[in-house]
């Protein structure tokens, strides 16, 4: 961190502090008030991180359990526990024992 008396002595690097100053409603001219400026933003920093954790922790571990129960659902067309097989029978080219030779 550059100290307030620093700046101050470089014209261009006042006339840049005065005017981001005005714009952040900070002194850059005060040491203290600097230091403060940071603290608080790490601290909102760090509390924008663990929302984000709170948020995304429980959403991966839905999606993972939803992805877990479609992915067999969706590549079988049946629900997990299902034992109803998706082999397709033979198609016999004759006809079906009940359907008699007049209905034809």
Same mark, same amino acid.
């Given at each position: 961190m550059v100290p307030g008396d620093v700046l101050a002595a470089v014209p261009a690097a006042r006339e840049a502090a005065e005017a981001e100053g005005r714009r952040l409603r900070c002194d850059f001219f005060d040491d =203290?008030?600097?230091l403060k400026m940071l603290r608080l933003r790490h601290?909102? =920093?760090m509390q924008l991180h663990y929302a984000g954790k709170r948020l995304a922790? $429980?959403?991966a571990i839905i999606l993972f359990g939803l992805f877990a129960y479609w992915g067999p659902t969706s590549s079988t067309g049946n629900p997990p526990g299902t034992r109803i097989s998706t082999t397709r029978r $033979?198609?016999?080219s004759s006809p079906p024992s009940w359907c008699s030779s007049s209905e034809r």
């Open positions: =203290e008030a600097v601290i909102d =920093e922790y $429980p959403t $033979p198609v016999s």
